[in-house]
Antibody
Framework: QLHLQESGPGLVKPSETLSLTCTVS??????????WGWLRQPPGKGLEWIGS???????YYNPSLKSRVTISVDTSKNQFSLELRSVTAADTAVYYC?????????????????WGQGTLVTVSS | QSVLTQPPSASGTPGQRVTISCSGS????????VHWYQQLPGTAPKVLIY???QRPSGVPARFSGSKSGSSASLAISGLRSEDEAVYYC????????????FGGGTKLTVL
């Protein structure tokens, strides 16, 4: 059974960088059938896709966050990571990592089938 | 403000059939598959319906999805108390270089 686990600081100061890592167990991150994504959910609000990565390193970002986001992958550790720069209170959210089933590349038809439990990151001084 | 529009709440009694709507535009729902996720309290979302009304193993046939033009719907028949959750629609949006978009979620209450 595939398991994803987010890890990282629960509190980040405004203007600093939020860094999270997702560790994948029970399966290889290097499978060509999947992408790996980050999503977030502000308290009491809906879901927002942040970005996705393929194990070979190709990345895709939400245009609204692209200027502040970097997603990277470490296949030797079966992990992928998120960096979100210059955070503000609006970035306070539960952050999820998830596996994206790739139907034909990254896009229409793909869907998130396994999710981590989520980790709350609060931006506050 | 979400790209896809869902009603904030819906309700029904056990055994009833309930539908949840999701409205978008040609660049998202109109051109692409719609997926539905269920989020039980305090848990991560779980895929309920994907692509053209496909259900992952373990999801009962009481759940079904449909699409017409730039709108989509999730139908739940034979409503059960354990169906009380927040439901999100999601799809790909073709604008710019493409990105995933979600609805704001519909809180379903089983009365």
């Amino acid at each position: 059974q595939l398991h994803l686990q987010e890890s990282g600081p629960g509190l980040v100061k405004p203007s600093e960088t939020l860094s999270l890592t997702c560790t994948v167990s029970g399966g290889s991150i290097s499978s060509g059938s999947y992408y790996w994504g980050w999503l977030r959910q502000p308290p009491g609000k809906g879901l927002e896709w942040i970005g996705s990565i393929f194990y070979r390193g190709s990345t895709y970002y939400n245009p609204s966050l692209k200027s502040r986001v970097t997603i990277s992958v470490d296949t030797s550790k079966n992990q992928f990571s998120l960096e979100l720069r210059s955070v503000t209170a609006a970035d306070t959210a539960v952050y999820y990592c998830a596996r994206l089933v790739a139907v034909a590349g990254h896009g229409d038809g793909d869907y998130f089938d396994y999710w981590g439990q989520g980790t709350l990151v609060t931006v506050s001084s | 403000q979400s790209v896809l529009t869902q009603p904030p709440s819906a309700s029904g009694t056990p055994g009833q059939r309930v539908t949840i709507s999701c409205s978008g535009s040609r660049s998202n729902i109109g051109n692409n598959y719609v997926h539905w996720y269920q989020q039980l309290p305090g848990t991560a979302p779980k895929v309920l319906i994907y692509q053209r009304n496909q259900r992952p193993s373990g999801v009962p046939a009481r759940f079904s999805g449909s699409k017409s033009g730039s709108s989509a719907s999730l139908a739940i028949s034979g409503l059960r108390s354990e169906d009380e959750a927040v439901y999100y629609c999601a799809t790909w949006d073709d604008r710019l270089s493409g990105f995933w978009v979600f609805g704001g979620g519909t809180k379903l209450t089983v009365l």
